[in-house]
């Protein structure tokens, strides 16, 4: 079956890590182009990060600096690692996958939440 | 960056009805521009890509057209199942930004 599988949400202290793994099924993630995107609760989406069939990655400005996109081929697993947390990264994160970079996100995973609070 | 601009933040209408959203870019970004459903609990649903593509599975009431900064969403007969928030983003270039959406209601 081909699906996106998120995990590693939960909640955490302000100013702690996380990292959000992204398992993929049916395709490889290397020859797409793999997002995370978040939605804070009552909020619109909002675009996280991009890594490319390259590996060149690129980030929004609000988490440019404390977030790492990364993937792992041989797992098939996409990760959003999260540090220096603040309460407005509180969101569901998810994964999206993109065949053609100019192409909308044709595939999400189910999400995961993330929350940030003391 | 881009900003993507929807109009509007919300509308009422009935089953059956035309409905058409707009969204406009701060610059060109040609036909880069994608369109998704949103519905509470559910990963959003991608509709159309590069501008006026149907996504494969998405029923052909939904269509999109433009190009250049201007572009429309339109549901030719709103069906029940269509209530929901509809966000128009732009693929041209990093930062990827989301418009800030259209809730549909029901009237």
């Known amino acids: 079956e081909v699906q996106l599988v998120e995990s590693g949400g939960g909640l955490i202290q302000p100013g702690g890590s996380l990292r959000l793994s992204c398992a993929a099924s049916?395709?490889?993630?290397?020859?797409?182009?793999m997002s995370w995107v978040r939605q804070a609760p009552g909020k619109g989406l909002e675009w996280v990060s991009v890594i490319y069939t390259g590996g060149s990655t690129y980030y929004a400005d609000s988490v440019k600096g404390r977030f790492t996109i990364s993937r792992d081929n041989s797992k098939n697993t996409v990760y959003l690692q999260m540090n220096s947390l603040r309460a407005e990264d509180t969101a569901v994160y998810y994964c999206a996958k993109t065949g053609t970079i100019g192409d909308g996100f044709g595939m999400w995973g189910q999400g995961t939440v993330v929350t940030v609070s003391s | 960056d881009i900003q993507m601009t929807q109009s509007p933040s919300s509308l009422s209408a009935s089953v059956g009805d035309r409905v058409t959203i707009t969204c406009r870019a701060s610059q060109s970004i040609s036909t880069y521009l994608n369109w998704y459903q949103d519905k509470p609990g559910k990963a959003p649903k991608l509709l159309i890509y590069a501008a006026s593509s149907l996504q494969s599975g998405v029923p052909s009431r939904f269509s999109g057209s433009g190009s250049g900064t201007d572009f429309t969403l339109t549901i030719s007969s709103l069906q029940p199942e269509d209530f929901a928030t509809y966000y128009c983003q732009q693929s041209y270039s990093t930062p990827f930004t989301f418009g800030g959406g259209t809730k549909v209601e029901i009237k």
């Open positions: 049916g395709f490889r993630v290397s020859s797409n182009y």
